[in-house]
């Protein structure tokens, strides 16, 4: 089992930047795979972006694709996202999420573990 803090979250203004964190404790973090979620009001869960174990592969959502960034240190057992470019549509709680197994991947349903979330909030 692993446990999954985030942090980093807060107000930006549109353009502007922010780096979400995830630390995991418990099992070995490296055999995860890795996801970020987020939930707006009134709206599902929906998939932002994905990290194998090793770290080699990525999948975003086109609604991020070319703004985040996602990856991960093993070393320190962590999960970023660095979201550039921020738009007030991206305003949501943000959730780090943990697969035990199966590839990487987009599926919400596939990720065992969650985190309590991180509030982003983008207005001027």
């Known amino acids: 089992q692993v446990q999954l803090v985030e942090s980093g979250g807060g107000l930006v203004q549109p353009g502007g930047s922010l780096r979400l964190s995830c630390a995991a404790s418990?099992?070995?973090?490296?055999?995860?795979?890795m996801g970020w979620f987020r939930q707006a009001p009134g709206k599902e869960r929906e998939f932002v972006a994905a990290i194998s174990r090793g770290g080699s592969t990525t999948y975003y959502a086109d609604s991020v694709k070319g703004r985040f960034t996602i990856s991960r240190d093993n070393a320190k057992d962590t999960v970023y996202l660095q979201m550039n470019s921020l738009k007030p549509e991206d305003t949501a709680l943000y959730y780090c999420?943990?697969?035990?197994?199966?590839?990487?991947?987009?599926?919400?349903?596939?990720?065992?573990?969650w985190g309590q979330g991180t509030q982003v909030t983008v207005s001027s």
């Open positions: 999420a943990a697969a035990d197994k199966g590839p990487t991947s987009r599926n919400k349903y596939q990720y065992d573990y």
């Open positions: 418990g099992r070995a973090f490296s055999s995860y795979v």
